[in-house]
């Protein structure tokens, strides 16, 4: 049988079609493939924990779903939804190939040997996560406040590492935040007024405020002092002319 044009057309609309979902596949989740390739590269995996599950060699769709630590949207779509990679006895830096995991939602990197600060534009590598686990490892540093423009954070554990330095106020403006740590730190000022127990704030250098002893404030209170002491200059003032005026007209009436 011969293949008219309208035939040829469904036949190339059929081609396009099968086509489409590989495209995607190629196009929509090769940063994350990326990603893991990179966090891979940048860490040191001195257990060979990583080595071993984290094999690229023979990519087929969704096969970074079997990862070791790796949550997928779905299973069959390699879109990375969470990274559970506690205690794997990882060394390195805090992995900026998380950039290209760009729909991941949880990072759980607890109880590793990570080490530096937490980096400034955290908030540009891992915007959408929800839950940020880097408990137990050696973060040092400043927490940068930048983490406040990870607005989607409700959980967010940075006990037991090395940080030093104020805990940013801005953390304040995350709304969602419900589990929040910074126990076991060099950390030191006021916790900002975001509600959260004394034990998430236990054992650090000068921390105070909130839930804790109350912060030694000598210049908030020599402002009192001082705000104190023009208001009762106002009124000794006020009542001084009062008296005056008072005598001044009483003598007026008197000694008329
Ligand atoms: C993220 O992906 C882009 C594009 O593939 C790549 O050029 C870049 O180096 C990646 N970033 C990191 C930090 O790995
Ligand atoms: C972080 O969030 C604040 C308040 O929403 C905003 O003003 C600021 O521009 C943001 N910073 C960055 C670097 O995105």
């Given at each position: 049988m011969l293949l008219t044009g309208r035939d040829l057309c469904n036949v190339f609309l059929a081609g396009v079609f099968l086509l489409l979902p590989s495209c995607r596949f190629i196009s929509g989740v090769e940063s994350d493939i990326n990603c893991l390739r990179s966090i891979k590269a940048s860490l040191e995996d001195p257990l060979d924990m990583l080595t071993s599950s984290w094999d690229f060699s023979n990519p087929t769709e969704g096969f970074i779903c079997n990862f070791q630590g790796i949550e997928c949207w779905h299973p069959y779509e390699s879109r990375v939804l969470n990274i559970k990679l506690a205690d794997l006895g990882l060394k390195g830096q805090?992995?900026?190939?998380?950039?290209?995991?760009?729909?991941?939602?949880g990072l759980d990197l607890s109880s590793n040997s990570l080490s530096r600060s937490i980096p400034g534009d955290i908030h540009k590598l891992?915007?959408?996560?929800m839950s940020l686990d880097l408990s137990s490892n050696s973060f040092s540093g400043e927490i940068p406040n930048t983490i406040s423009n990870c607005t989607f954070l409700n959980v967010l554990k940075l006990d037991n590492n090395k940080l030093t330095g104020q805990i940013p106020p801005e953390l304040g403006r995350l709304s969602r935040l419900k589990v929040f740590s910074v126990a076991n730190n060099q950390l030191s000022g006021p916790v900002p007024t975001f509600a959260a127990g004394a034990d998430s704030y236990a054992n650090n250098r000068r921390l105070c405020g909130g839930p804790l002893k109350n912060c030694p404030s000598s210049s908030q209170n020599k402002n009192d002092l001082v705000r104190v002491f023009k208001s009762y200059t106002v009124v000794m003032l006020g009542a001084l002319g009062f008296g005056i005026g008072f005598v001044f007209s009483f003598s007026f009436f008197v000694f008329r």
């Open positions: 805090f992995p900026r190939g998380l950039v290209n995991c760009t729909s991941l939602t891992i915007p959408y996560v």
